[in-house]
């Protein structure tokens, strides 16, 4: 049996995390939603490494959560907000960690 590489494993989970926003997006009907998951990705590690792991997801649901409610009140763009919220996050946990 054949052992994949290190890059093919990396892709085959890139591939399935992308399989499975797309068919989130798609049951929460919001389907052509900017998502930028190595953003959102990297924000959880810095969380996870920074605050305590389960900061990780709460982390990014209240980034998500504040992202959605400057989008869906016109005060950005869906990209923009997102971009804005995943920077807040981030500079909140750089600024606990001194």
Known sequence: MEQSSPQQQAEDQQEILDNWCKELLAKFEISGTPL??????GLAGRA????VRPAA??????????????????QASDEL???????????????RNG
Request: no cysteine.
């Open 81 to 95: 907000a997102l971009r804005s919220a995943i920077e807040t996050a981030r500079e909140a946990v750089a600024a």
């Open 36 to 41: 930028d998951s190595a953003a959102i990705l």
């Open 48 to 51: 996870a490494h920074g605050i």
């Open 57 to 74: 997801p709460l982390t990014t649901f209240i980034a998500g959560f504040a992202a959605g409610l400057a989008a869906g009140s016109g």
